[in-house]
């Protein structure tokens, strides 16, 4: 009797998301093309990211078949689409601004200010304050990156497989969920939306201020020039950094010595997301409904079937 290795709905899932992405974004850019083509998948970051990919599945058909380590294999297939689908992601943040649906700061503004929330007074108040200053800038970018890093890291060194699988595919899914979403209500800085002084931005440290609405503006008219300097950050609803925090507490809920301490770098980092992300406080709400409801799907579709990538005995 030998075993086989079979795969989870997860790691099907995953794979499905990936061949989605490229199904889609491809062809668009080759569509939109040649310069759409050289900026986004016809160069050499594009390769690099599939030869990631590939050496991840290489790497877990040999251990789901030669060392047969069901665990690593598991880990390793879940890990082989998350470099294409992250980049991927990136380029359809882009593609998606050229459909060119109108502009939803208006609208999004009004559910701030239908709930009491003032930007503006908000990010004026943040700018004189010294801790805020110094610190709101580095928990929204690098100390949210270790968050990140960290949960996989932990679920890899426990060989919590199960886990690191849905912590994968919840990434992947929230993911195209947000594009959707950005594609049909796109918005640009709160900042410009609410003529916030240049000085505040760059008391702040923002990355989304003002002068993204020109640079987005310009992808939305198909210009993708400004891509040779390098990919940044084209979402405003919903927030992900929002989804991508919870998803790291959601996550850690196995060892509570780490997640409370993740859970109040994430909180500070969601408090820093309207001064640093230049969002609006409706795209915080909606990325806290999109990673509710992707924690929800991705732990069905977990449960329809026994437990993931199990090895399952056949006979010789």
Not at 221 to 234: C, K
Not at 238 to 260: A, D, E, K, Q
Not at 284 to 293: C, D, E, P, T
Request: with cysteine; glycine share 6%; net charge neutral.
């Amino acid at each position: 009797m030998r075993m086989a290795f079979q795969a989870s709905p997860l790691q099907r899932l995953n794979l499905a998301v990936c061949l989605l992405c490229l199904g889609i974004a491809v062809p668009w850019s080759v569509r939109l093309g040649n310069a759409w083509m050289q900026q986004t998948f016809f160069n050499r970051a594009f390769l690099g990211v599939c030869l990631a990919g590939l050496a991840f599945h290489l790497a877990g058909l040999f251990y789901a078949h030669v060392r047969r380590d069901a665990c690593l294999a598991r880990m390793l297939f879940a890990t082989a689409c998350l470099p294409v689908v992250i980049f991927t992601a990136v380029m359809l943040t882009y593609l998606v601004a050229t459909i060119g649906m109108p502009m939803a700061d208006a609208r999004l503004a009004a559910v701030d200010a239908a709930i009491g929330f003032d930007f503006a007074r908000l990010v004026t108040w943040a700018a004189d304050q010294r801790l805020i200053r110094d610190w709101a800038l580095i928990i929204y970018g690098p100390a949210t990156i270790g968050a990140l890093l960290l949960v996989m890291i932990y679920l890899v060194a426990t060989k919590r497989a199960d886990e690191f699988e849905r912590y994968l595919a919840f990434l992947s899914i929230s993911v195209v969920a947000t594009i959707v979403l950005a594609a049909l209500l796109p918005a640009g800085s709160a900042f410009a939306f609410h003529h916030v002084p240049i000085e505040i931005e760059r008391a702040l440290g923002t990355v989304v201020g003002a002068d993204y609405n020109a640079y987005y503006a310009s992808i939305r008219t198909g210009d993708v020039s400004g891509l040779a300097q390098g990919p940044r950050g084209m979402v405003s609803f919903p927030s992900f950094h929002t989804v991508m925090g919870l998803m790291c507490v959601f996550y850690l809920r196995s060892n509570i010595w780490l997640m409370i301490p993740v859970a109040a770098v994430i909180g500070l980092m969601i408090l820093t997301t309207p001064l640093i992300g230049g969002h609006f406080l409706a795209d915080v709400m909606a990325g806290f409904a999109v990673s509710l409801l992707t924690y929800w799907f991705v732990d069905r579709i977990a449960s329809e079937a026994e437990p993931n990538a199990a090895l399952h005995p056949q006979n010789a």
